[in-house]
């Protein structure tokens, strides 16, 4: 696979000349979007992030995206987490890129490798398998923040017990991408781990507070009103996007469903997966097999989930790995892994819609081999 993903590379930049044309879309289509929100909000233009007809020149000009092509890109993000790429456009775009991708993924991987420490296990059983990870290798070409997010979701996690401060921020922080945080409180809530949830909310008020002294109370209206905007053109009309979309709502509306119905499905979904969290929380199950349970519940709560955000499977997949390693493997266990760890890869090369939208069906039994672990695992105890 990192064969493969080089190969790809060195194609890429002679298609490019080095990356230097915009005959195609270069390393960091996504990181665009936020590069020209830095830019806007350095200008004092903050609040025009979210008017699609401002950011679009400047994504045009400085980013990464396609020459004279059609492309769709605005801000969607809450005021928040325009907070943390400020900075950005201090430097070129192509240094701000890879300073930007480079810093997350290191984050990222250094989590899922704490998760996967195994005594006497060689390094490259745990390296190789991580850094050959298709869903790193999306996120860092697309330039997105999924691996600064499931990164700080996964470091959450690992401190919960010994630094609860520390837990909290981290878990306050995730609240720029609030669709992917909405169960770490729950987990906290079941754990009873107070500490980290009121540092957690007062993290989260503080950052809200932050952008609206800097900017105003006017982004949070312009916020709400891009998102309802975006969910109805991209989640509930576009289908080109529900090829790259691994939830049951994409899904279904794939196989015709009407919006409602798509809805209400997703609702049973999400009631699932909190079911599940709160079941592996409440039992006495490992922290891998926690950590697992959190990661693989987040990715089936939201209707509106990316094949680049599948850096959060990566942390359920290292939990339930450390499991059958400890404890020996269970049937299906290591075939389903396979299939979730390729998962990222077969859904970025489906642009054509030729393969029917079953991300969600692994997830969702992802997670029931999670919960397999636990009933097996509380049984034994």
Not at 158 to 187: E, F, N, W, Y
Not at 319 to 346: H, Y
């Amino acid at each position: 696979m990192l064969i493969a993903y080089g190969v790809l590379l060195v194609i890429w930049a002679l298609r490019t000349r080095g990356f230097t044309t915009d005959a195609l879309g270069r390393p960091g289509v996504d990181f665009s979007a936020f590069w020209s929100a830095s830019y806007l909000a350095l200008k004092g233009q903050a609040a025009r992030v979210y008017d699609y007809e401002t950011l679009r020149p400047v994504i045009a000009a400085f980013g990464a995206v396609q020459g004279g092509g059609k492309f769709f890109l605005p801000w969607t993000y809450p005021p928040t987490f325009l907070l943390l790429v400020v900075p950005l456009s201090l430097l070129p775009f192509a240094v701000s890129y890879v300073l930007f991708i480079g810093s997350t993924a290191a984050i990222y991987i250094a989590a899922v490798v704490r998760i996967l420490r195994l005594p006497g296990a060689p390094r490259y059983a745990v390296w190789l398998p991580v850094l050959a990870f298709p869903g790193i290798h999306e996120a860092v070409m697309i330039g997105q923040n999924s691996l600064l997010t499931a990164g700080m979701a996964a470091w959450s996690l690992i401190h919960l017990k010994a630094r609860p401060v520390l837990s909290g921020v981290l878990i306050g922080l995730l609240s720029v991408k609030p669709q992917l945080a909405l169960l770490l409180p729950v987990a906290l809530v079941a754990d009873r781990a107070w500490t980290a949830l009121l540092t957690a909310a007062a993290t989260a008020a503080a950052l809200m507070a932050c952008s609206i002294a800097l900017w105003g109370w006017e982004m949070l209206p312009a916020f709400l009103e891009s998102g309802t905007l975006f969910r109805q053109t991209v989640l509930e009309q576009g289908q080109t996007g529900w090829r790259f979309c691994p939830t049951v709502f994409a899904m279904m509306r794939r196989a015709g469903a009407s919006v409602a119905a798509a809805y209400w499905a997703q609702g049973l979904c999400a009631g699932f997966a909190i079911w599940a969290l709160l079941k592996v929380w409440r039992g006495r199950n490992s922290a891998a097999l926690r950590i697992a349970a959190v990661a693989a519940s987040s990715l089936l709560v939201s209707p509106y989930l990316w094949y680049y955000e599948l850096t959060w499977m990566g942390i359920a997949m290292a939990g339930l790995a450390v499991e059958g390693v400890r404890r020996g493997w269970m049937s299906g266990e290591r075939e389903l892994l396979v299939v979730a760890w390729l998962l990222p890869l077969v859904l970025s090369v489906n642009a054509q819609g030729y393969l029917p939208q079953v991300g969600s069906l692994v997830t969702l039994t992802l997670l029931m081999a999670i919960l397999r672990r636990a009933w097996w695992g509380n049984r034994l105890v």
